[in-house]
């Protein structure tokens, strides 16, 4: 975008300068297009208007805010309202009788992901439609909290499941900043208003502060599995709680998911929880989007250890939050 609009200003100069009247009319918006229905399967007979819709959760869960503007890449992913777009799309229509969420998430935003959990419930409360949730590489920490507010839960088998638990990261530069002679001066209404802050370490008491809402939003993550799978105790539940992330064998003998399914799998049991013998698979993409398949998926972001995982949005510039986030490399 950038390179475009250097060549199109540098040509409008140069123009100008040979005494050319030139009109050049750019379409500079950012925005979003709004979402299109795409079939990616039909129906097997012409007389049915029956849909399956098949929603994608990729990516680290965030709300970004881009710049925008003439020089600016324009807005970037955004999950939360593309998830909360498409679920309104399918909810709207009343020959989708059922919704497949693709997973492949490591998580994000504390805050985010807890938004989307809820929009998935409210989904099936308002509309009665069954919502399958299908973990296709990985469901972990927040990916997975979105996944529990589906009616049932899958994941492929080479997929990773779990990472249940909350972080939160602080970095602490006051060592560095003492080397080369920086001095940061800090003017607070309260002994605690800077904690966390890049400039000094965290104090006993800060630290307890902070402990403390972990714990809470860790409490809150295993009531959230807990009211998903009834037939799982907390005792069961804790071992698979400490942040580790498991396979999806292991995820289903321990109680996480319901099976281990492959995406067509999940798409077949949507539609037998709709009661439907036959029904098109439809997505919503935007324009410029190119989807012909179910497995034809959004751009891809940069590859982190083996899983498809940019972490950038959330830990990139240091933004201060809790998250639950699958975070190995950080």
């Not at 995820?251 to 995406?263: F, H, N, P």
């Amino acid at each position: 975008m950038r390179r475009v609009c250097a060549l199109l200003i540098g040509g409008t100069i140069c123009a100008a300068a040979n005494g050319c009247l030139v009109f050049v009319n750019l379409d500079l918006t950012t925005g979003k297009t709004p979402y299109e229905e795409t079939v990616l399967t039909p129906a097997k007979s012409w007389w049915t208007d029956a849909k399956i819709a098949l929603i994608d959760l990729h990516g680290v869960i965030s709300k970004r805010y881009g710049s925008s503007g003439l020089l600016s890449g324009g807005p970037g992913p955004d999950p939360v309202s593309d998830m909360r777009e498409a679920l309104g799309r399918a909810a709207g229509d009343d020959d989708v009788k059922a919704v497949v969420l693709r997973i492949d998430s490591p998580g994000g935003y504390v805050a985010w992901c807890d938004m989307l959990h809820r929009e998935v419930l409210r989904f099936r409360k308002e509309t009665g439609k069954p919502v399958v949730a299908c973990i296709t590489n990985l469901g972990a920490s927040g990916g997975y909290y979105v996944a529990c507010g589906a009616d049932r839960i899958h994941a492929a088998p080479g997929a990773a499941v779990g990472s249940i638990g909350v972080i939160a990261l602080f970095l602490n530069l006051e060592k560095l900043a003492g080397k080369i002679g920086v001095e940061t001066q800090v003017i607070k209404s309260a002994d605690k208003k800077d904690m966390g802050g890049l400039w000094r370490a965290l104090t006993d008491d800060e630290r307890k502060v902070m402990q403390s809402m972990i714990d809470e939003y860790y409490g809150r993550f295993l009531d959230i599995v807990l009211a998903a799978r009834p037939g799982l105790t907390r005792e069961r539940l804790l071992p698979l709680a400490d942040g580790r992330i498991v396979t999806a064998g292991r995820a289903a003998e321990g109680g996480l998911i319901d099976r281990v399914a492959y995406l067509d799998e999940s798409i077949a049991e949507a539609r037998q929880m709709a009661g439907l013998d036959d029904a098109a698979l439809v997505t919503y993409r935007r324009g410029g989007e190119y989807k012909n398949n179910m497995y034809s998926q959004a751009p891809q972001a940069p590859v982190t250890n083996i899983f498809n995982v940019d972490l950038g949005e959330a830990f990139g510039a240091h933004e201060p939050g809790f998250y639950y986030l699958w975070a190995p490399n950080r």
